[in-house]
């Protein structure tokens, strides 16, 4: 079946230590997106990629980082520089001609 | 910039009971719009889109949206809920035009609680 996988499902972080939180598609995508959702806040778009080895900042970037050296993978790094680091963190993404964008099952991410 | 406002956080409701889940936008140009449900600690899954044509759209598990240009809403609604409705439901907009960042702006998300 294709989808979205996202691993871990939980992880747990000491304040100072960096995360990479993995994403990987078998939908043949071109676009992958990455976005973080808050209690009562919606979902917030971090980083988003429409082809690979490039990328582009989204509305909420400081403290994130990311790659995309192979079209089916879009590794998410939350650095020590984010200030506040716990939440759910979906990856997404679509292909050309599509108009919605097909999700991943999420990582809860918690900073002890 | 487009925005999308969903005016309730939280939604009570009895089973078999209507539901109506309310989304405004605001956007200068079209846009398309979406429902996503999230079931707790899972990813968004598509209930339904509108792009154009009919302004009533049909999604899955039941559900319909009606697009009303002049009011810039896309209220979502259900005549008879059931228990495993119980879920966070986001309203989302992307515009038609931006066919680079192709991003969808959501809104803060309703949690739809059915009770028996």
């Known amino acids: 079946d294709g989808g979205i996988t996202q691993s871990p499902k939980y992880l747990f972080r000491k304040e100072g230590q960096n995360v990479t939180l993995s994403c990987e598609q078998n939908?043949?995508?071109?676009?992958m997106y990455w976005y973080r959702q808050d209690p009562g806040q919606g979902l917030r778009l971090i980083y988003y990629s429409q082809i690979v080895n490039d990328f582009q900042k989204g509305d909420i970037a400081e403290g994130y980082s990311v790659s995309r050296e192979k079209k089916e993978s879009f590794p998410l790094t939350v650095t020590s520089a984010q200030k506040n680091p716990t939440a759910f963190y979906l990856c997404?993404?679509?292909?050309?001609?599509?108009?919605?964008?097909?999700f991943g099952p999420g990582t809860r991410l918690t900073v002890l | 910039a487009q925005s999308v406002t969903q005016l309730d956080s939280q939604v009570p409701v009895f089973e078999e009971a209507p539901v109506e889940l309310r989304c405004n936008y605001s956007?200068?140009?079209?846009?398309?719009l979406f429902w996503y449900v999230q079931y707790p600690n899972q990813g968004l899954q598509l209930l339904l889109k509108y792009l154009s044509g009919s302004t009533l759209v049909k999604g899955i598990n039941g559900f319909e949206a009606e697009f009303n240009k002049s009011q810039t809403s896309f209220h979502l609604r259900k005549p008879s809920v059931h228990i495993s409705d119980t879920a966070e439901y986001f309203c989302?907009?992307?515009?038609?035009?931006?066919?680079?960042?192709?991003?969808?702006?959501f809104g803060s998300g309703t949690r739809l609680q059915v009770q028996p």
């Open positions: 956007s200068s140009v079209s846009v398309y």
């Open positions: 989302a907009v992307r515009i038609p035009m931006d066919t680079g960042r192709r991003a969808l702006t």
């Open positions: 997404a993404s679509t292909g050309m001609g599509l108009i919605e964008q097909f």
């Open positions: 939908l043949n995508h071109d676009a």
